[in-house]
């Protein structure tokens, strides 16, 4: 056949329907129809031929039909007024003997959309309701919620919704399952369709007879229910017990949830009810189908976060497959990382050591991160991995290793010997500025023990002309300050280059202020310099609070088979490949601007605050905090910030540790509002301050001994460039 | 709830699509698949999302199924639709690919029209399905001389008509309506995926089975049907039967039609089996191969004088002779290539974009040993760079084989079927992950 632009293919087709030879020809009609069908499903418009396709549906022939209401029901909003001639059609179709005639007509009927059909429509839905085949009624009772999406206004006759609950025990498990989900749709506004005791035990005892998706649907229905006594929600639990080992995973995934939501007051409960689905979860991590897999891994995580030990001897599971795909290698080292004990830790090693050469970039760096995380706890076999791969002089793997040194580093300053050494030599393969930016940082805090640091540093510098990336200048210009504060004599030169260079011909206003900053700084003498450049090298407070304890099941159960936990873990991998979690990012750079309020008048500062320092000795216990806490007057300031922060708690604390506050104890992460305690003195008049940061909308409660205004106000102008700069680096 | 369902070629064609609920614009397609183009490598994330809309898509034989849907629906289920719905096709068509589901696209809609009402899945049971569908599935395979060449002499039995034709398994199920004449057949298969990980000093570090028995129904009425298990089978740790070496696996479950009442006692599954494919049983067992694994890797790894890398691989198949498997392997390396295979049918190639030597032997022979020298150029090859070839992975296919050592005694319908029926037993052993490391 000729290839035919779409309007001359409508034309053809309109020629050859409308043939009365074709028409009478069976086989021929039909086969038009399906060329019909093919053009609109490949896309061409083909709405043109709806009066002829109207005409065709009268026929004898059910497939002939099921082609024709694919098409009718596709074009029937561009027609309305024609569409009002196959209503005949479909009405006389409704009286057929044959209930498959019968339901197929129904179904188009209600699938045409149309509003102004709908009177016609109640009086076969009504019937159909009462129909003696049950595939019939399974469609009308669908049907009627159509109807009331259709005109959602006037309200659905009491009768029908009487009629629904009713067939509720209707013989056919499909007509109950239909009957529910219609209900749910046409009872919205009211919450639902109601479930009470017999309706809810009712649909327990007839789980047995529904498919895989009926039972789903009625397991999640039934999450609505509050069983009245403690007998009856135990009676509950042991009846759906064997449905947790369901090897359907939709089966069990709802079971488990429903379990959840019925035992939110039984953590004990729960918690079993975790332990005896890690059967067929980790079959599903093994199922053919990798969607699949990955579906379980993600909510393994969820699982593990309640209990961490879940999974412990089943680690093996979770080694990545030769050829499976980069998002499911990257879920399962997610998860490798959670489960490594003093046991496995050298074979998870070995085997995450495996994927750091892997082909596809992503998934070598994610593993190589995920040593670094290991690391916080076995510092010493992962550096000793780590240094090895820098000897394979690969760009992307060595830029991967020297940011998760620093992010190690910062974790455990124990490791900064050996770094130390690793260091040298990297600079001539790291080629990114995610990479660049983390060895610059790297020299910076630790210089003075990496002897070629200078060199490094000055190579840098003479290359500045071509450097693009201004996150890279501003981590040059603070590591050569730095590396000044130690090793001035070797330095001095170069930083002169290179702050002249960034005042003088530098275009990105970010960098040039920060030049203009640290040159002022300069001025102001070398021990205010120092005190501001040479803050914090590492937090090992962090590390403490990577192993966490386990969460209450009720924090993530509503997020339990949803789609929510398959969409974090992109977000997540994403994060993991961008490179730069907590150090860089945050702390250097509210190091230096928050300490500016401890600085007399400088340009950058608007916060106009008597000069006040703030001191953490001496540290408070949790339960003398406590005491003082309850002890005095509560005051509530509100800080303004125009988007709280939405970082993570350890990013947050560690911010507030550079200025001297001290969080004490936080709520979990996801949970409103919000809560921090945090506290601090001030060094002259030695009073105590305490504070609780609410989120949203950030309310400061302060409770501070004695009162004092100005200490007061410059607390809260601190606390609020804090939030600020927090904020405004999510952005 | 589903919003629509739509199937993508892997260009980007729209095969076919439906709309259920008429809330997403049909330019939902077009996102989506813009969306999986701007993506980097070929593996989009399972669910993406765009505003409210919620992609939740399955890939298989090169087409992309995908379904829209709310935030809130159960992922399990969606996917686990999404493959029922990719496997019914399969059953309807013969075989899953762009071809076939554009031959039979009407049939296509006439089945999402039966399985979905207004984004709810009313089902997807073949035994219901056949009474609804009656477009005729179009056979996407020519007419061919080899069909026959089944057929002996004057209907005689010939040697060959005892084995199972492969194409048997991949007509579509309804094919044979109207002519009495079609085959009543009916084929029970034990696929085994082994997933092996064996460390570089021969260690196996790693072994697990995951085991499926498939039953594929063309009779047109089928009774009840007797699956009989070795008599010594053992589920979990504790359990032992028999004296033999056992067959264990450590956890099993069972399709919810199966009936177990001789399991126990006898190891008999009975069930009804419906028309189409069904997974009657699955098991696993990790960590405890009866068997050592099939095959063994002795690797050496050298730098030659003129400084190219030089990887002499033997491979050993420790398998009782008289098996001949097919198989793949890859290393990871870099640069050209020169190569001595120990036997002519032998292929390989270096794949430069995934950096890999690929070797292919069609046939290898049980208990016996291959070997493969392959010289690389690596630009600037370092000591250091040996610690980047490798792992070595295996792909391979194991006929007539388990891992696990599971057998089917016996297969037997009752009440006996008038007519000829036929019943096929096959067993295959895949290779899900099989892992060397150099």
Known sequence: MPYLGSEDMVRELRRALSNPNVQSDHLRYRNTILKVVRAMSQGVDVSGLFSEMVKACATVDVVQKKLVYVFLCSYASLNPELSLLVINTLRKDCQDPNPMVRSLALRNMTNLRLPSLVEYVEQPLTAGLRDRAACVRRVAVLGWAKLHKLQASSDIDAAVVNELYSLLRDPDPVVMVNCLRALEEILKEEGGVAINKPIAHHLLNRLKECDVWGQCEVLKILERYRPQSEDELFDILSLLDPSLLSPHPPVMAATLSLFLSLCSGLPAASLSALERVRGPLLAACGSASREMRFTALCHIQLLLRSLPGLMGAHYKRFFCGYAEPAYIKQRKMQLLVELVNDENVALVLDELKGYCTDVNTDTAQAAISAIGRIGRSYSDRCLEILTGLLGLKQEHITSAVVQTVRDLVWVCPQCSEAVCLALEGCEETVQDSQGRQALLWLLGVYGERVSSAPYVLEVFIDGLRSEVSPGVKMELLTATMRLFLCRPAETQDMLGRLLHYCIEEETDMCVRDQALFYYRLLHCGIEETRKVLQGRRSDPSLGVLIGRPAEPVNQWARSFNTLEPLKQSAAETESTSGGSPEPVTSVPRPNTDLSLSSLSPSPVDKVHTVPLSLSLSPALSPEEFERLWLQRQGLHEHVHCPAPPRCSPQSLQAALQLVNVQTLAFTPPQTLPWRVYLYTHTRNTHPVMEGAVDEPGVKVTLKQQPRDDTALKGFLSILATVLHTLSSERA | ?438
């Open chain 2, 1 to 438: 709830m589903i919003s629509q369902i739509f199937i993508l070629s892997s260009k980007g064609d729209h095969l076919i699509y439906k709309d259920f609920r008429g809330e997403a614009g049909s330019d939902a397609v077009t996102v989506f698949y813009e969306k999986v183009t701007a993506l980097p490598g070929d593996q989009p994330p399972v669910v993406m999302s765009h505003g409210d809309l919620h992609f939740v898509h399955v890939r298989q034989g090169g087409l992309y199924c995908v379904a829209t849907t709310a935030a809130d629906s159960s992922p399990f289920t969606v996917i686990e639709f999404l493959n029922r719905l990719m496997a019914l096709i399969k059953d309807y068509c013969g075989s899953l690919s762009e071809k076939s589901v554009r031959m039979n696209f009407a049939l296509i809609y006439e089945l999402l029209d039966e399985v979905v009402d207004y984004g709810y899945i009313q089902t997807t049971s073949s035994d219901v399905l056949k009474n609804f569908i009656q477009t005729e599935a179009v056979s996407s395979k020519p007419f061919s001389l080899f069909d026959l060449s089944n057929v002996g002499l004057f209907g005689a039995e010939t040697q060959q008509s005892k084995v199972a034709p492969s194409s048997a398994a991949t007509r579509p199920i309804l094919s044979s309506r109207g002519e009495q004449g079609g085959k009543s057949e009916i084929f029970v298969d034990v696929i085994e995926r082994l997933c092996v990980v064996i460390g570089s000093n021969g260690v196996v570090m790693k072994a697990d089975v995951e085991g499926e028995i498939r039953v594929k129904c063309y009779m047109p009425s089928c009774s009840e049907m007797r699956i009989g298990l070795n008599e010594e089978f053992s589920i979990g740790k504790s359990q032992l039967r028999g004296y033999g070496a056992a067959v264990r696996v450590d956890e099993c479950s069972f399709h919810q039609a199966v009936r177990l009442d001789e399991f126990d006692s006898h190891r008999i599954l009975r069930v009804c089996p419906s028309q189409g494919e069904q997974t009657v049983m699955q098991y696993q067992l990790s960590d405890d191969l009866p068997s050592a694994p099939p095959f063994r890797l002795f690797p050496t790894v050298e730098r030659d004088v003129g400084g190219r890398l030089l990887l002499y691989l033997k491979l050993r198949c420790d398998l009782p002779p008289k098996r001949s498997v097919l198989l793949q392997d890859a290393t990871t390396t870099h640069t050209p290539l020169c190569q001595e295979l120990s036997s002519p049918d032998q292929s390989a190639e270096l794949q430069p974009h995934s950096r890999a030597v690929v070797w292919q032997i069609p046939r290898f022979p049980g208990g016996t040993q291959l070997s493969a020298l392959f010289k690389l150029e690596v630009p600037g090859l370092s000591s250091a760079s040996m610690l980047e070839v490798g792992p070595v992975g295996l792909s391979f296919e194991l006929p007539k084989v388990t891992a696990t050592g599971l057998q089917i005694r016996f297969l037997r319908l009752s009440p006996v079927q008038p007519g000829a029926s036929q019943r096929w037993v096959r067993y295959v052993t895949h290779s899900d992950s099989y892992t060397i490391r150099i």
